[in-house]
Each structure stands twice: as C-alpha cells, then as structure tokens.
C-alpha cells in the first residue's frame, strides 16, 4: 500500500505521480499516443470546428471570445453577434487549441515540463498568468465548469473520431482510447486544483505548519532553559 500525504499533492511532479499511479497511466500509454499521431492528425480541424461550434452556442461561453485574447493583435470584435468560426479572434483560439491536441500526441510524458504545460494550461484559464509572456498581461477568468465540460466534450468528439478511423483494429482502438481517457482525466485535475480548494489538503498543511512550528517553540524554549541554566546556575 502506498502512503500518500495530502499536504505533498500541492507539488507538482508530486500530485502526477498519484494522478498517474491511480489511473493507471503507464509508458504504453504514452507510446500509445505518440503511436497515433499520423491518425489522430486528419482529425484535429473537425475536433476543432466542432469545439467551437459548441462554445460560440452558449451565450455564457461564446462571451469569454469578445474581449481581446492575451497574445492576439488583430481586430476584436464589438458583441457577440460578430462572432463565427472566421472570425480573427476565434481563428488565433483555434490555432491554440489544434497545438495543444497536437501536444498531446507528441510530447515527453516522463519530462516534468510536460507537466507543468498541461498544469499552466489549467492556471492560465483562472485570471492568474500561466505562461511567463501573459506576466503582464489582462487575466483571463473562466469558470471551472465551463473548462471541465469542455473537457468531457473533446474527449467524446476524439473517442468518436478515433473509433471510426479505417485503418486501426478494434484492440488498437480501444487502447487509444483508453489512453486518452486516462490523460485528459489528469489534465481534469490539473484544472480543478487552480480552482477547488482541497480542504484534506489544506488541513495537512496547517497541522504540518503548526507543528514545525510547535517543535521550533520547544527548541527555542529548551535552548532558553539552557542559556538561563548558564548564566544562573543553580
């Protein structure tokens, strides 16, 4: 049985490493989607239309695209009515979202930085700067909700795609979408901790903090009783 402290899943390669052990998420499933990036690449432009045919239907989504997105210099547009898949501004989106699916088919698993990419991609979407080029940059604030069910949403629309593709079998298919399933699942939660606070977690660390510093009091008050011993031996 492994002992898992919750005070230690506030560290990054800390908090992948359980994510990982948990789901299962081993270097064949890294191999895996590495493997499926010829087959995965056709796909990518209809994944893409169709996240943004989903988000531009909401009001409480389409919305996040009318301010100017940090990064972008083109013409923003005035209201929502502007908005569409030609859009400028949506076409800069879409060229963020088509890297990261690319991403996730061709980076280092076993590299921290990884990591930390898919991590800062939670944290930019908080309003706090992700990536050192929006230090000084306007936040972007979107909800959790929205992050998370979007994320339910590329996952249903790749597992879709991915099971109709010609030229896997069954096994084949299967396994990638097991693979999937298992990454996106992490970068779930690599969304929620920049947004939930983790009451266990946060417990730990209090009880951890005040115990370092309980003991720090007993060495401060022992080392007191020495030096008093010092200067007025009894």
């Known amino acids: 049985m492994q002992t898992i402290t919750p005070a230690t899943l506030t560290h990054l390669p800390t908090r992948v490493q359980y994510l990982r052990d948990f789901i299962q998420f081993t270097h064949e499933d890294a191999a895996t989607l590495h493997s499926a990036k010829a087959a995965i690449a056709p796909l990518v432009p209809m994944v893409i239309d169709e996240v943004y045919t989903t988000l531009l239907s909401f009001d409480i989504t389409a919305k996040a695209f009318v301010p100017r997105q940090t990064g972008y210099t083109g013409g923003a547009p005035a209201k929502l009515g502007e908005l569409g898949h030609n859009s400028p501004q949506i076409k800069f989106r879409k060229d963020f979202l088509t890297r990261y699916i690319v991403k996730l088919v061709t ?8 990591w930390e990419y898919l991590d800062k991609v939670g944290l930019m979407h908080t309003g706090v700067a992700g990536f050192a080029h929006r ?5 972007l ?6 992050c998370a069910i979007l994320l339910g949403f590329v996952e249903d629309i790749l597992l879709k795609a991915i099971m109709a593709l010609p030229d896997l079998d069954l096994d ?7 693979s999937f399933n298992k ?5 779930n939660d690599l969304f929620a901790r920049h947004y939930i606070a983790d009451q266990e977690v946060s417990a730990s660390k209090i009880s951890f903090e005040k115990g370092t510093a309980a003991l720090l009091g007993l060495g401060l008050l022992s080392l007191g009783a020495g030096i008093a011993h010092y200067l007025w031996p009894c």
Request: net charge positive; proline share 3%.
């Open 107 to 114: 980076m280092n698993y076993e590299a921290n930085e990884s």
């Open 135 to 139: 230090a000084k940059k306007p936040g």
């Open 141 to 146: 604030r979107v909800e959790y909700m929205h």
């Open 172 to 178: 084949a298919k299967a396994q990638l979408v097991r």
């Open 183 to 187: 990454v996106l699942w992490i970068q």
